[in-house]
């Protein structure tokens, strides 16, 4: 799919030390997206509009509706961006009662299509991460966010291998949009997240983990910082999560083993 534009110019009144004066200022876009699966419409969601289709399928991927790239049958963008069609080779029993508006802030789903096995992840990096690679891969990260940089109006995640490769970075109006962006690039790209890192700009809901838990990230970093149940809920599942990346430290919330303390 062809990248969109996704900001705007905007003439604004800006007003610094005592003067206000005309300038040109880049606005971060906000479309409202529609997601349909087999005719069915399921979500509405506030969001940049870049990266559609990664959106589209992530989100299904997260609320238990898909599974593997090889159960689509087809994606079609359509209406000018602003409406994603998904067929499946095989017809998806649907549970969502009806379908979702959701705000460009607003919590997501967890799960309400198909359940999925709660386990904890077991799997870990290659090698344990060192604390100076936390620091490198999020300034790197931090490098790569350019729509931040432009509109200050965005949230960025990036996904990570275990050596610290950054694969993709992905940033939209929504927190929770940037993940699901990630779920789907990967599942659309055949990528293993078993080994995998989510990197992000965020304050770490319940909601991002459970979405992490879902792909099967092993380790969550991010400059902000988690909420209580966001911990409890990392702990349950096995997730590494770090938080409070800033200057020369960081704060390791639950699954330290992950981490190289000793060398």
């Keep these: 799919m062809a990248e969109i534009k996704e900001t705007a110019i905007q003439e604004v009144r800006q007003y610094k030390n005592g003067v206000f004066s005309q300038q040109m200022k ?59 069609h998904i067929r499946t ?39 344990p991460i060192k604390p100076e690679q936390v620091f490198r891969i999020m300034d790197v990260f931090l490098s790569l966010a350019s729509l931040h940089d432009s509109t200050g109006g965005t949230h960025a995640a990036a996904l990570v291998a275990g050596e610290g490769e950054i694969i993709a970075v992905r940033e939209d109006i929504g927190r929770h949009n940037t993940i699901d962006m990630l779920g789907g690039y990967a599942l659309l790209n055949g990528i293993d997240l078993s080994d995998k890192m989510i990197v992000r700009t965020g304050r770490v809901s319940s909601e991002i983990v459970h979405k992490v838990w879902r792909l099967g990230a092993p380790l969550v970093i991010s400059i902000s910082v988690p909420t209580t149940l966001a911990i409890e809920l990392a702990g349950e599942a096995g997730i590494t999560l770090i938080g409070s990346v800033r200057g020369d430290k960081f704060i390791v919330y639950t699954h330290a083993e992950r981490i190289l303390t000793n060398y």
């Design 89 to 127: 080779r095989n017809q998806i029993p649907l549970t969502l009662s009806s379908h979702k508006t959701i705000a460009s802030s607003g919590a997501r789903g967890t799960g309400a299509g198909q359940a999925f096995d709660r386990q904890p992840i077991r799997e870990t990096l290659s090698t």
């Design 26 to 84: 880049e606005i971060i876009r906000e479309i409202h997206l529609e997601i349909t699966l087999n005719a069915g419409k399921i979500a509405v969601i506030a969001c940049s509009g870049r990266y559609a289709d990664e959106l589209a399928v992530g989100f299904l991927r997260s609320e238990g509706l898909l599974s593997s790239k090889d159960e689509i049958e087809s994606i079609e963008i359509a209406d000018a961006e602003q409406r994603v």
